[in-house]
């Protein structure tokens, strides 16, 4: 795989360690920074993602303050952000990218302080699927896909 | 749209974060679940848009240099993409070949991202005859996390004809025929549905006939009176013999005569008329549909049209429908002769019946050898009612063709359509001044064919051919008037 190398992604990547910095402290926050990262750099953004928030874990035993998740979460979006220029539609990319993410944490965070976490995390892929699917048969309408044929030849 | 092995790996990752949540029951990765799968919506959305930017943006031609083609060539397809302005994604177009379609190579065309301009072609040939119509292009599309296939544009239809004649000539002494054959008119009034003419009232019509409308308006009795209704029961009788295999492949006599022969038969069909068919090859009648105007028939007419091949005198009568073939040629002289053997006997009954069958004699024992004229008969007793007989056949036997046609009209209109044999043999026109007289003997022998009563008689024959001969009766021609004038 051979992730985005362009200035601005690295540019988001500093973004990532800076927030974890400010919102871990420097001591934890720049070496969870400095790994998510490097993550990034050589696997993709999806993969950093995952491993800074697994990196959290250890952090953060008893829980984080929302503000610190906060901050972590915005370094995420801004490096989605800054990946956009490399994408083949980079409004659209970064628009759809920080509503869906924005949305679909909206939904995680609260069904997380009301629900089960189970119930959360189901709730939370069917979301994610669903709306897979919707784009899915949007792209079908928009660039005529579902359109038919006539039988080509005749005798 | 499908995702790639990279975009089930996000998914997977997002899936497998949350289960992580699950697990250690943490609900901060959740977190981390609902930004990887705001990335894998981002990436998607993305590639949705700039795929339809690019439909949008992308114009297909798919263009064969030639739009009617014979099943035995080939011809080039070229396939031309366009991008009003470059695109990101990787593209490649494949062209909408119709399935009846062989290409040489896949027609197919890559763009890397940017490119805008890109054009293949390739031979494609075209084994089944028929029209095929091109499929639109399909535009495959990919940014390496999704890809997506979608039809651009429309493409043309490629008719594909059988080798056959090419420029069918048929008409009298040159010129070629302008009405289509099998066209017919009644000429009268009757019942039918077309309306003909108002006429006032006169004593001796029916009341039913009174158009009170035009009665009114006209202040006087009147009766409308409509087209009447016709059909012409046509009979083919088509000579499928050994002589008619003459010409080069694919245009023989035959092929030619097959023409014209289904022409006639759609033109029958069109105006509804019963139709028939007499199949004659060299031993005897090889096949025979009785006039009828059932879609059934027309299209048993059309296969067995299609399906003629020259005979060779060897060849046995086949059997059609389950039946065996009709004993037009079989029997008929030798009953003849048999019966006049009975006639010896010096009696009262002999006596009387023996001038009646010496005097036919020549006449039964000349042509029932004839398989055209033996079953033209045959037809002829079989029907009742007025019939136009179409027969498709050369000049080589002119005598038996004469008495063919001679029988064929006691029972209606005939025509007649001939291949002149010098316009087929493939070195026929070495010697175009030789042909040239060879074809003023067939066109009088036409004439006379024609010159008899409820007789016309056509040429049917390659045009190319016919004008070159007529060129040369027309040099000729030239070079005697300025002889005279010299």
């Known amino acids: 795989m051979t992730p985005p190398r362009e200035r601005r992604y690295l540019l988001g990547l500093a973004v990532v360690v800076a927030a974890y910095a400010v919102a871990v402290g420097p001591l934890a926050g720049i070496p969870a920074g400095l790994a998510t990262a490097a993550v990034g750099y050589w696997l993709g953004t999806p993969y950093a993602v995952a491993a800074g928030h697994v990196l959290l874990l250890p952090i953060f035993p008893d829980g984080a303050h929302p503000l610190s998740v906060g901050l972590v979460e915005a370094g995420f979006l801004a490096l989605l952000v800054f990946e956009s220029p490399a994408t083949p539609a980079p409004r659209r990319f970064a628009t759809a990218g920080v509503a869906a993410a924005a949305g679909l944490g909206a939904l995680a965070w609260g069904l997380g302080a009301t629900q089960s976490v189970p119930v959360a995390a189901a709730v939370l892929l069917l979301a994610f699927g669903a709306t897979v699917y919707g784009l899915h048969r949007y792209g079908l309408l928009a660039t005529g896909g579902l359109t038919t044929t006539d039988t080509p030849t005749e005798p | 749209m499908y995702p790639t092995r990279r975009s089930w790996a996000v998914a997977g990752l997002v899936a497998a974060v949350a289960a992580l949540a699950v697990a250690v029951a943490r609900p901060l990765l959740l977190g981390g679940a609902a930004v990887a799968g705001g990335w894998f ?27 009617g083609v014979r099943t035995t060539t080939s011809t080039p397809v070229t396939l031309a993409a366009r991008l009003a302005e470059p695109s990101t994604l990787e ?48 535009l495959s599309a990919t940014d390496g996390w999704f890809r997506d296939s979608v039809p651009i544009g429309s493409g043309p239809t490629v008719t594909a004809e059988p080798p056959g004649p090419r420029n069918v000539h048929v008409g009298e002494g040159g010129d070629r025929l302008a009405s289509a054959y099998g066209e017919h008119e009644a000429g009268r009034q009757g ?23 035009a009665t009114a308006r006209l202040a006087s009795p009147h009766v409308r009176e409509y087209e009447a209704e016709t059909e012409r029961r046509t009979l083919l009788v088509a000579d499928h013999r050994g002589a008619l295999a003459t010409g080069r492949p694919g245009e023989t006599k035959l092929d030619y005569l097959r023409e014209v022969a289904l022409a006639t038969a759609a033109s029958t069909r069109e105006l509804g008329d019963p139709l028939g068919l007499l199949a004659v090859g060299d031993a005897g009648v090889t096949g025979r549909i009785e006039p009828a105007s059932s879609p059934r ?30 004993d037009a040629t079989a029997g ?61 056949t050369d000049d080589a036997a002119p005598d038996e063709l004469r008495e063919t046609v001679t029988v064929a009209r006691e029972s209606g209109e005939v025509l007649v359509l001939l291949a002149p044999t010098v316009l087929y043999e493939p070195g026929g026109l070495a ?51 300025r002889g005279e004038f010299a």
């Open chain 2, 332 to 392: 008929g002289a030798a009953d003849l002769r048999r019966t006049i053997a009975d006639l010896e006997a010096d009696d009262a009954f002999s006596r009387q019946l023996r001038p009646f069958y010496a005097g036919r004699q020549g006449y039964r024992e000349r042509f029932d050898d004839d398989p055209l004229y033996a079953a033209v008969r045959a037809a002829q007793g079989r029907t009742t009612g007025r019939l136009w007989t179409v027969i498709f």
């Open chain 2, 91 to 138: 593209l490649s177009v494949r062209a909408g070949l119709p399935t009846a379609a062989a290409a040489d190579e896949e027609l197919e065309l890559d763009m890397e991202p940017g490119e805008t301009d890109r054009a293949a072609t390739t031979e494609v040939s075209w084994p089944t005859a028929g029209r095929h119509r091109f499929g639109p292009a399909t």
């Open chain 2, 431 to 481: 010697d175009v001044e030789a042909a040239y007289d060879r074809y003023v003997a067939f066109e009088g022998f036409r004439r006379e064919l024609s010159g008899m009563d409820r007789v016309r008689a056509l040429e049917v024959g390659p045009g190319d051919r016919l004008s070159t001969v007529l060129s040369a009766g027309r040099s000729r021609r030239s070079r005697s008037t």
């Open chain 2, 191 to 213: 019942s039918g549905l077309e309306p003909a003419e108002l006429r006032e009232y006169v004593p001796g019509d029916t009341a039913d006939n009174i158009d009170w409308k």
């Open chain 2, 297 to 326: 028939t027309y299209v048993s007419v059309r296969r067995r049209l299609l399906d003629m091949e020259p005979t060779v005198p060897e060849d046995p009568p086949s059997t059609v429908s389950g039946r065996s073939a009709p």
């Open chain 2, 41 to 67: 919506l981002a990436r998607q959305a993305a590639f949705v848009r700039a795929l339809e930017d690019a439909a949008a943006d992308l114009s297909v031609e798919q263009s064969p240099t030639r739009l």
